[in-house]
């Protein structure tokens, strides 16, 4: 028998009448470096989903990301965000900006900083790290997972179908065309 009590609403984040508690995790793993002969070398990423979330089908899923399709999202939520405050009474918070996406803008303030601490003459400006070395691999994997998580909690950001559609679709292209019109 279902509840009446309104405090176990589904507006709640419940799922069912036996109030558990909806839930979405997300990880970015297995960062992989994909070199062809016809295009520039990329990072693909593993984007992984466990949820109770009756919109989601598959309760457990993965899809491969690159990072331009995080940017695409970044854009897209950044855009949902903009038309929700300028006509809401309540705003809601701006979400973060993504990781850059070259090795000179991530570590840039560092290399700002070691200038300003010993003077630009000492300080070779060439990073010692590529963008397809571990490390920034690394970096950058640890912020895309940050910054998924944080979109799939946010008030506004969390339920938009473009959100669930980058979790859920093996393509991006057919996400980027529909939102695009």
């Not at 897209?76 to 405050?85: F, G, R, S």
């Not at 973060?96 to 840039?108: A, F, I, K, N």
């Amino acid at each position: 028998m279902a509840s009446t009590d309104p405090n176990l609403s589904r507006d709640l984040h419940t799922n069912s009448e036996y109030n558990v508690p909806e839930f979405l995790e997300v990880t970015v793993t297995d960062p992989e470096t994909i070199t062809t002969p016809d295009s520039a070398p990329y990072t693909l990423y593993t984007v992984t989903i466990t949820t109770n979330i009756p919109s989601y089908a598959d309760r457990e899923g993965s899809v491969k990301r690159r990072y331009s399709d995080f940017y695409w999202l970044h854009q897209h939520l950044c855009k949902i965000i903009e038309e929700h405050n300028a006509r809401a009474l309540k705003p809601v918070r701006l979400i973060d900006e993504l990781p850059s996406d070259t090795v000179t803008s991530m570590y840039g303030d560092l290399v700002s900083s070691v200038k300003r601490m010993f003077g630009s003459a000492q300080v070779d400006q060439t990073p010692t790290v590529g963008r397809f070395e571990p490390e920034f691999i690394e970096r950058r994997r640890l912020a895309l997972e940050k910054f998924l998580r944080d979109v799939t909690v946010h008030p506004l950001c969390s339920k938009d179908h473009g959100l669930s559609r980058f979790l859920k679709e093996k393509h991006m292209k057919p996400i980027i065309d529909y939102y695009s019109l």
